[in-house]
């Protein structure tokens, strides 16, 4: 079965300093990967994914994330962090069963930039 | 519409009454998400319809929890006789449909059982 683990429910940086939120996944083939953010009081939004290609992925708000097969990784990264940034971010990865579709998402990480 | 919508927003209910939770997807998206995300947890998938094909219903709780989509647009999440433990936020998405595609996401429902 799909699943993906984020390995630290709380990540700290100092704002102008790089970011990474870590995630791993655990599919059979090859994996749809997804990362959303989730601001305080509001609803999921997307970042980024990876379907195929470049294993490094660019995406919204200056955020990419580097699909590492070898790792199963798909860490999230950016290399100068705003407070802005605090927020849940969510990986996820696309559950490839019989019905397919469905994003199996992780535990989420609560980013904490400060000034 | 421009986004998915979801309603009500808040809803606060006693425990043992029925609650209608009430998502509206992105005009012209086939497949519709509905997921749960209790206080300080993940998001907690609960049931899928794409198209016209059966539900995966694999993520529902227990059988007090029920949804359906009505002509491929408008769904409901309906729970039964709501116990304390339903508080969350439930959260609808919805995507084009086919594996490629990410999701949009309401606003969600908070549901409160008192």
């Known amino acids: 079965a799909q699943s993906v683990a984020q390995p630290e429910d709380q990540v700290n940086v100092a704002e102008g300093n790089p970011l990474t939120v870590k995630c791993t996944y655990s599919?059979?083939?090859?994996?749809?990967l997804f990362w959303y953010v989730q601001y305080p009081n509001r609803g999921l939004q997307f970042l980024l994914k990876?379907?195929?290609?470049?294993?490094l992925v660019k995406g919204s708000y200056g955020f990419e994330a580097e699909f590492n097969k070898s790792q199963t990784s798909f860490h999230l990264k950016k290399p100068s962090a705003l407070v802005s940034d605090s927020a849940l971010y969510f990986c996820a990865v696309r559950d490839m069963g019989n019905q397919g579709g469905k994003l199996i998402f992780g535990q989420g990480t609560e980013l904490s930039v400060k000034p | 519409g421009a986004g998915v919508s979801q309603s009500p927003s808040n809803k606060v209910t006693e425990k043992g009454k029925d609650v209608e939770l009430r998502c509206d997807p992105i005009s012209g998206h086939t497949a519709l998400y509905w997921y749960r995300q209790s206080l300080g947890q993940g998001l907690e998938f609960l049931i899928y319809?794409?198209?016209?094909?059966?539900?995966?219903k694999s993520g529902l709780p227990s059988d007090r929890f029920s949804a359906e989509r009505t002509g491929g647009s408008v769904s409901t999440l309906t729970i039964q006789r709501t116990q304390q433990e339903d508080s969350a936020v439930y959260l609808c998405?919805?995507?084009?449909?086919?594996?490629?595609?990410?999701?949009?996401f309401g606003s969600g429902t908070r549901l409160t059982v008192v």
């Open positions: 599919v059979s083939g090859n994996p749809y």
């Open positions: 998405a919805s995507s084009p449909g086919g594996d490629r595609y990410g999701y949009t």
């Open positions: 319809f794409q198209g016209n094909s059966a539900p995966d």
């Open positions: 990876y379907i195929t290609g470049d294993n």
